[in-house]
């Protein structure tokens, strides 16, 4: 049985918008060159989809840009992931797409409790095995890897396939993750 692979949050804001992250295009390519290697994988993807009156928006008196507002070209996957992808079934789709901080008041970096469009949580859907792959390696896949883990499942980071805020903290993470016994290849 391959192991199941989560893309968290490889959103425009977060590869060339409001919240460009170093590393970003690097891992998109990344990242589709591991799916198309593992053909038979399930593929699962988080999604960052926020209203306009999100709290953690600068303007609404929280810290970060504007990102990922919902039904934006922000928010849309990077289009490679529907054009590179050879299985259909491996590409962003709507079984696979798995949306969080869909709360206005609710700050949620992981995708453990993000929700697909049948109103399914990811955490109920993903298997034992993962490897955790996206953006951006000190919030939303650090979080994501320490709620997995908390549940007893194994989980896999490959560090290239990770984009990041500040390369400083991304190193920082993944020392701390190691010591946590999680695999980075």
């Known amino acids: 049985m391959p192991r199941e692979i989560l893309v968290v949050d490889c959103q425009y804001d977060f590869i060339n918008g409001s919240l460009a992250c170093g ?39 929280g810290i970060w840009p504007d990102h990922c507002i919902a039904n934006t070209r922000g928010a849309e996957f ?63 896949v650090k979080e994501s890897v320490l709620a997995f883990l908390k549940t007893g499942r194994k989980v896999e980071i490959i560090a290239n396939l990770l984009g990041w805020v500040d390369e400083e903290n991304h190193r920082k993470t993944l020392k701390e993750l190691a010591a946590l016994g999680i695999k980075i290849s």
């Open 23 to 61: 590393n970003s295009e690097e891992a998109v390519k990344g990242i589709i060159a591991l799916i198309n290697a593992n053909p038979d994988a399930k593929v699962y993807y988080s999604a960052d989809w926020h209203s306009d009156n999100h709290f953690n928006h600068i303007k609404n008196g």
């Open 78 to 140: 990077h289009e490679n992931f529907y054009t590179d992808i050879k299985n259909p079934a491996q590409r962003p789709n709507e079984n696979n797409i798995y949306l969080k901080g869909t709360d206005d008041f609710h700050e949620e970096y992981s995708a453990f409790n993000a929700k697909n469009r049948q109103g399914h949580e990811l955490n109920q859907d993903i298997g034992q095995e993962i490897i955790i792959t996206g953006i951006a390696s000190e919030f939303c």
